[in-house]
């Protein structure tokens, strides 16, 4: 018998790892969903604002703290679980070399960087990101730099000991193998090195070893059941929903997690015994994202 299984349904810890909010748009109403369907625990990434991105140190205290008091806001609305993930966008860096400059775009970003660190340092954020690279085709001197500047932001997550979500780009294996190769080259252990947006493929050949976050869209759920294995790679589920008006319910919206949860939950149960269900789905929302995290999910 199953604690968190009852008649076939998932009773247990639902943690979505990748989420935005935004006060001007859903904010509460969208965790209300979450919560009504059976979200129990979110990881808050801090969301850039494109049209009015922080040119100076000044501007990300003040973003960051906004994304550090909206937590604080839906733990106490909510009573669920809410972990915080800062950093500067790999995109807004991109954007800003065309106003400030190649040089002054990449300083801004490695001083975002670091200051993200000390608020994890000091316990207000859990989690680097997501940082990365652009997700598109950029000119070779911007993926030059991109690169030695995610090498350096790797660094810089080794040695404050710092899970950190990566953006980059969805070329399959290939992403992974480099980005295995980077944190291998600064000593970030891969467990901790956790790529967003993940496709659904979670067996350890493909993720080399890194953890990923899953996008589980339509299919997925398929996918997962024929590559993961055992628990050689952390994985964990995400919508990356964005909270922006233009772009409603993308990428997936925010009643997601729970709803394939339970369809894991249904599939698995048709093989495998209920004990065995259960072992799979604690460690997918709350021993591994505790281990990545430090959060108690
Ligand atoms: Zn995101």
Not at 135 to 151: F, G, I, K, T
Not at 183 to 191: D, R, Y
Request: glycine share 8%; hydrophobic share 40%; charged share 20%.
């Amino acid at each position: 018998m199953s604690e968190f299984i009852v008649d076939g349904l998932w009773k247990g810890p639902v943690v979505d790892q990748h989420i935005h909010l935004d006060r001007t748009n859903r904010y509460f109403s969208a965790i209300e969903d979450f919560v009504r369907v059976g979200g129990t625990g979110i990881m808050l990434v801090h969301k850039p604002d494109f049209r009015n991105l922080p040119i100076d140190l000044t501007t990300y205290n003040e973003v960051y703290t906004q994304t550090i008091s909206m937590a604080q806001e839906v733990r106490e609305k909510f009573s669920i679980d809410v972990g915080v993930v800062l950093g500067p966008h790999p995109v807004a860096w991109e954007h800003q070399i065309d106003s400030l400059g190649l040089e002054k775009s990449t300083e801004l970003q490695i001083s975002a960087v670091n200051l993200a660190l000390e608020f994890i340092e000091n316990g207000q954020a859990h989690c680097l990101g997501e940082v990365g690279r652009p997700h598109y085709p950029v000119s070779q001197d911007r993926w030059l730099v991109a690169n030695q500047m995610l090498e350096e932001i790797m660094q810089s997550a080794a040695a404050a000991q710092t899970p950190i979500q990566l953006h980059v780009e969805d070329n399959g294996s290939q992403t992974y193998s480099e980005l295995s190769a980077m944190a291998q080259k600064v000593g970030l252990p891969l467990s901790r090195t956790i790529r967003h947006y993940a496709p659904a493929n979670v067996s350890p050949n493909f993720t080399h070893g890194l953890s990923c976050t899953v996008s589980v869209g339509s299919g997925s759920v398929a996918k997962i059941i024929e590559t993961h294995s055992g628990s050689e790679v952390m994985w964990g589920m995400e919508t990356d929903f964005l909270d922006d008006p233009r772009r409603p319910g993308a990428v997936l919206g925010p009643k997601t997690i729970p709803k394939r949860t339970n369809e894991l939950c249904q599939l698995l149960l048709s093989e495998n015994n209920e004990s065995v269900v259960e072992e799979l789905l604690l460690n997918i929302h709350s021993n591994w994202p505790r281990e990545l995290y430090g959060i108690d999910f």
